[in-house]
């Protein structure tokens, strides 16, 4: 859950601190106000492309940040397999300078972009008013099924089990192709010998 999102030297924003309510969070306004600055900027975060960078002063650089609490969304295998600090409050930023060039950071530690984008996959889903929604994605699905089903150890169990079972799989056509090479080679020596 998004616990706060800060924004420096972007576009027409100085500095912004956006701390959105715990459950629903709709944000109105009139043509212009600024809806979309606030969207951009956090897809801008969440590993989007910089075109649009425009600070008030060119010699500044755009600092975009994020916090979200991640304490019940399971993402500590994700922080040990990329050999970062997990923490339940992870703090996300990104900062950008006019020329093009960026810099990502996870809990204060350097990071490439492609991992932020990992990342931010798991935490938030991007709406337009004409995509197709992710609810039609069974992979998405299965995810939802699972974090709310608290059936972590089960599919953790699952997972071992099917690995087992596809190693065993493997195991058992390697010996079944053996056995048919060696039944032609028996056949062939046996052709020989006669």
Known sequence: ML????????????????????GLNIITGET?????ILFEALQLLAGGKNENIQPPEPTQKCILEAAFD???????????????????????????????????FINDTP????LIKNLFSELVDFHSQHEKLLLSN????????????????????????????????????ALTADAIRF???????????K
């Open 32 to 36: 212009g106000s600024g809806k979309s």
């Open 138 to 173: 069974a992979g998405f699905i299965l995810k939802m099924i699972d974090s709310f089903s608290d059936t972590h150890d089960l599919l953790t169990k699952n997972k071992k089990y099917f690995e087992d079972w596809k190693k065993a799989e493997e195991k058992f056509l």
């Open 3 to 22: 616990k706060y999102f800060n924004i420096q030297n972007y576009t027409l924003i100085d500095e912004l601190r956006f701390e959105p309510a715990s």
């Open 111 to 114: 990071v490439s972009l492609p």
């Open 183 to 193: 039944r032609k080679e028996f056949d062939f020596l046996s052709f020989q010998l």
């Open 70 to 104: 991640i304490s019940s969304y399971n993402l500590k295998n994700f922080f040990i397999e990329n050999e970062l600090d997990f923490e339940p409050v992870t703090l996300i930023r990104r900062e950008l300078v006019m020329n093009g060039k960026s810099r990502s």
